[in-house]
């Protein structure tokens, strides 16, 4: 597989996605895209404001068209908005990207999501039930975060891409 490929980097809130996709990134010598940092450049606040602004309708539009155009263009890692999954026209153009799945229990996932003050109050449970399938759909890999660090991601993304991962931390 070409380190040229885009790789999406897919999950519930507080999975890691922004910090395993860096790694990712940085190791396939690729721009790095994240959800949030889309939202702040182009609608000026993070997913909460937003969604408290505008509703989540609006957020979920703008989630979606932060991968659409990630995979439109060169090459990069993106890390994806959760919600992004339940749009039919982004799971099929994640086809021509790698797409990783990490993953935690909901505990974990939780615990992570009550640290940072930019996520919406979702429940885990409520969303994986919602999104699991489309997850399931599109991944061509899993990474069970509640067990491996990100550097661990990183390592098995490049193997599964069949990419050395000698010389990294």
């Not at 380190?3 to 999406?8: A, F, S």
């Not at 309708?57 to 439109?72: I, N, S």
């Not at 640290?115 to 969303?127: C, I, K, L, N, V």
Request: net charge negative; glycine share 8%.
């Amino acid at each position: 597989m070409s380190k040229n490929k885009p790789v999406v980097m897919i999950g519930l809130m507080g999975s890691g996605k922004t910090t395993s996709g860096r790694l990712i990134a940085e190791a396939l010598g690729m721009p790095f895209s994240d959800s949030d940092q889309y939202l702040r450049e182009r609608h000026g606040a993070t997913s909460a404001p937003i969604a408290a602004r505008e509703g989540k309708e609006a957020l979920h539009r703008y989630e979606a068209q932060h991968v659409l155009d990630g995979l439109a263009g060169e090459p990069q890692v993106i890390a994806a908005a959760a919600s992004t999954l339940e749009n039919p026209q982004v799971r099929a153009a994640m086809r021509k990207a790698f797409v990783v799945w990490v993953d935690a229990a909901d505990e974990v996932l939780t615990e992570r999501m009550h640290t940072s003050d930019h996520r919406p109050d979702y429940d885990p449970t409520e969303m994986r039930a919602r999104r699991e399938r489309f997850f399931r759909e599109v991944s061509d890999l899993v990474c069970d975060v509640g067990v491996l660090q990100p550097e661990q991601v990183r390592d098995a993304v490049l193997r599964k891409m069949g990419l050395p991962e000698t010389g990294r931390d």
